[in-house]
């Protein structure tokens, strides 16, 4: 793509090389800098109204609720000041509100133009970003922060130009990252069929007498899990122990993604003598499936898939079927089922979190066809995931390559190394 005729040195790193008939200025060069307030929900609650409320989440575009009256009206740049979401930067205009968790920027004249900001923010804060306990860009750190400063209508060039390739890009994850519900939806339901209705249609029903389940081919059991695991569901241990840089793995609920142990979310390392302690009430075992039992994740799980020594946490139950009743694969495909997830909805309870306690997991009930039948079932599973897996991992790349294209994009854009004029 073209680039300017002439660069020089920004002295930034992270900037590299910038047009030569560019500046680099600091943000408070530009903006008149601000905050929000404490806003809580009994707030908006009592006073419900027309004018957002925008909080640190990125959810329905950081509206955490909606006032009857507004602090804010006019253009502006805001941020979070604080939090896992520290440094994001949005465009913000009309009569709003925002809480004590955003920074407010407004221009202070003609030499900003600030649908041109989030652009140059975005990319840039990430490297200002101050960790203590959490994450921080507060208002001096953001008034400090130096950025790309062409001039105003070429500010207003690069946005245009970037407002209609990011939309065009969004557009484009928008349409994959539908395709990616659908193939798993598709995949729910291939499954959920398979483990509650079977792979004959020729088959004879009965009622389950369970609303939730229906009918089930009329040969087939229902029972609880309780009744179909070689060890009673456990847990691991209710007390945190002293991690370490080294040792044994040590695993708890955020390590449980798509259906695998993450290693690399591990909690921590433990020592081997706390690992031996642990393993008295329980020892992973290769076939184990783990059942996230509270918290936001609650009812994702886990097959264990490895010999490696390594030890879990209480959020952790344990499901280990004996194999004289029901294959490990089998177990794990019906609790994959729309059906059985519908079961633990039902189980779970909320306290200050959703959580489901081993009790009513050993009772949540499952289909048991026949051990031949059950092995026919996990063939025919088998073949057909392993297509639909396949599809969903080719669309998340492409998510994640168009993700990639438009930071680099955005990137290139703000600090001159792509001539957008023409």
Not at 68 to 86: I, L, S
Not at 239 to 246: A, R
Not at 333 to 362: C, D, L, P
Request: glycine fraction near 6%; charge should be positive; aromatic fraction near 10%.
């Amino acid at each position: 793509m073209k680039q300017y005729p002439v660069y020089k040195d920004s002295g930034i790193d992270w900037i590299g090389k910038i047009p030569k008939v560019w500046d680099i200025k600091p943000v408070r060069a530009f903006c008149n800098l601000g905050r929000g307030r404490v806003i809580s929900h009994e707030e908006i609650a009592s006073n419900q109204g027309e004018y957002p409320v925008f909080s640190s989440q990125t959810s329905d575009k950081g509206i955490m609720g909606k006032l009857n009256t507004y602090d804010f009206n006019g253009e502006y740049v805001t941020w979070t000041t604080d939090g896992a979401n520290a440094g994001t930067v949005f465009y913000r205009t009309g009569k709003f509100n925002c809480t004590n968790v955003c920074g407010t920027l407004s221009a202070k004249d003609k030499k900003v133009y600030m649908k041109y900001l989030p652009y140059a923010l975005n990319i840039l804060t990430k490297y200002h970003v101050r960790y203590d306990i959490n994450p921080k860009l507060m208002n001096n750190e953001m008034a400090a922060i130096k950025i790309p400063a062409p001039t105003y209508e070429e500010q207003k060039v690069i946005a245009d130009y970037l407002d209609e390739k990011t939309s065009q890009i969004d557009e484009l994850i928008n349409k994959k990252e539908k395709m990616i519900d659908l193939l798993h939806e598709q995949r729910t339901a291939i499954i959920n069929h398979a483990v509650t209705k079977g792979i004959n249609p020729d088959v004879k029903m009965k009622d389950s007498g369970i609303e939730w389940l229906g009918k089930i081919p009329q040969h087939w059991e229902v029972l609880k899990i309780k009744r179909i695991v070689s060890i009673p569901i456990t847990d691991g241990p209710h007390e945190t122990p002293k991690f370490l840089s080294d040792g044994i793995p040590f695993i708890s609920a955020e390590a449980i993604k798509n259906e695998r142990i993450d290693f690399s979310k591990k909690r921590g390392f433990i020592s081997i003598e706390e690992h031996k302690r642990f393993s008295r009430k329980y020892k992973p075992q290769t076939g184990d499936i783990y059942m996230v039992k509270s918290g936001a994740t609650t009812g994702n799980m886990a097959k264990v898939e490895t010999d490696e020594e390594f030890n879990i946490w209480s959020p952790l139950a344990v499901i280990r079927p004996d194999h004289r009743k029901a294959f490990t694969e089998y177990v794990f495909y019906f609790m994959k089922s729309k059906s059985f997830f519908r079961s633990v909805e039902i189980a779970w309870s909320f306290g200050t979190q959703q959580n489901i306690g081993m009790g009513a997991i050993e009772n949540l009930l499952i289909t048991i066809p026949p051990k031949n039948e059950q092995k026919t079932i996990i063939n025919h599973l088998d073949i057909k995931i392993i297509g639909i897996d396949k599809l969903i991992s080719k669309q998340k790349n492409i998510v994640n390559y168009l993700k990639e294209y438009k930071t680099t994009l955005i990137s290139e854009v703000v600090t001159g190394k792509i001539d957008v004029r023409n």
